[in-house]
């Protein structure tokens, strides 16, 4: 079922072609940037990284001047406002300090935040000095922390490192949120744990349905614990008073019990997709554009950039390729038919 009214119009108007905000033919505007730095990782995490990742060359990446034109024409061009780093593992890259520094330059044309999303395994020694740079905030996946869990999860990893970077980032001064992945059969019994935990540490979490995105075709709708679940978990141990729905991917809900109180999320892509008031892009490392998480192939800005397109040709194929932007997951619901899993993506 889809909540969007079918498109107008195949062809880019000649007024989107010329300006104005960076719209898909959908009428949803694009103000959020997703900027995938790596597809490499340091964790294996079942629902994301395939068997045998085939991680791409390095020469394909987009060098940081090449990232930074782009990056530069996303703001000051077509509005973007907000740049979320993420991967793969953002923190393979020894260089995000200066990534971050360097998106900072854009403040002056019209960026407003700079976010990260992290497993945070490598975190706590660089958290003073990402916020030196200038980061705003931070996501964080922790989807378990029973450890034999967490290793499930992440390829044989420990939490305790994730753990570390986490209080590293809160005494940088790193306003932070925890995300956790719930697969059936797997994690659904640290989902009061992880809700506890999160609570005695004042910490936003937010739940995430598993996605039909993992690279090894393990997902199915059996193994999606839905938002409705989510809350049955909760509702044992607390009181839930669903909070009005903002423009955030996730639908938040207060709780009350337990120790005290607290707001957590789920991003209920799958039970209750938000595609409707989607304000995201995506950017592979090799400088692909993908306008939604299910666009079956991305658009090569690397390709026009290293053959020389001036910034009017660039953004004319920016705009084109969000223009036909689909509806997303309520279009077709179940296994994207692409070649690329979520480390590849960008979350
Ligand atoms: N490595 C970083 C991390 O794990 O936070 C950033 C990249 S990761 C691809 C970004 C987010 O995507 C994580 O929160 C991860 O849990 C989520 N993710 C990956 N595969 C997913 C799937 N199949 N369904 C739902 N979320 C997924
Ligand atoms: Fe790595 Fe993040 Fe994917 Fe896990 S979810 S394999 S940490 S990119």
């Known amino acids: 079922m889809s909540l969007l009214p079918r498109p107008p119009d195949a062809v880019l108007p000649l007024a989107d072609l010329l300006g104005g905000p960076l719209r898909d033919r959908h009428g949803r505007i694009k103000r959020k940037l997703r900027v995938s730095l790596t597809d490499r990782c340091n964790f294996r995490c079942p629902y994301c990284m395939p068997d045998s990742p085939d991680f791409m060359e390095r020469a394909d990446r987009l060098s940081r001047a090449g990232l930074q034109r782009l990056l530069r024409l996303f703001v000051a061009e077509l509005g973007v406002t907000h740049l979320r780093l993420t991967g793969g593992e953002p923190l393979l890259r020894r260089d995000l300090e200066a990534v971050v520094a360097e998106c900072g330059s854009l403040r002056a044309l019209g960026l407003e935040r700079i976010s990260l999303t992290t497993n945070a395994a490598l975190l706590a020694r660089r958290a003073a000095a990402l916020k030196a740079a200038g980061l705003d905030d931070l996501n964080i996946s922790l989807d378990a922390l029973t450890p034999d869990t967490f ?4 390829g044989n990893r420990e939490v305790q490192p994730v753990l570390d970077g986490i209080a590293a980032a809160r005494a940088a001064g790193l306003p932070l949120k925890l995300n956790a992945v719930i697969v059936r059969g797997v994690n659904e019994d640290e989902i009061l744990p992880l809700t506890r935990w999160a609570m005695a540490q004042q910490l936003p979490l937010r739940f995430i349905e598993f996605m039909p995105l993992d690279g090894r075709h393990e997902w199915s709708q059996q193994r999606v614990v839905t938002q409705a679940e989510i809350l049955q978990h909760l509702r044992g ?12 991917p996730a639908a938040y809900f ?5 120790t005290g109180a607290a707001k957590i999320g789920v991003i209920a892509t799958v039970s209750n997709p938000f595609c409707s008031s989607c304000d995201r892009l995506r950017l592979t490392a090799d400088g692909k554009l993908y306008p939604c998480l299910f666009s079956p192939k991305g658009v090569s800005l ?12 660039l953004t004319a194929l920016i705009r084109d390729t969000v223009w036909h932007k689909d509806a997303g997951y309520v279009a077709h619901p179940g296994y994207a038919e692409r070649r690329i899993a979520m480390n590849s993506l960008g979350g």
Do not use: K, N
Request: hydrophobic share 25%; glycine share 12%; no cysteine.
């Open 151 to 154: 290793a499930r999860l992440s």
């Open 254 to 258: 207060r709780l009350r019990g337990g």
């Open 237 to 248: 141990e607390f009181e839930i008073d669903p909070q009005p729905r903002g423009s955030d």
């Open 302 to 313: 690397r390709e026009p950039l290293q053959a020389g397109a001036s910034e009017a040709e």
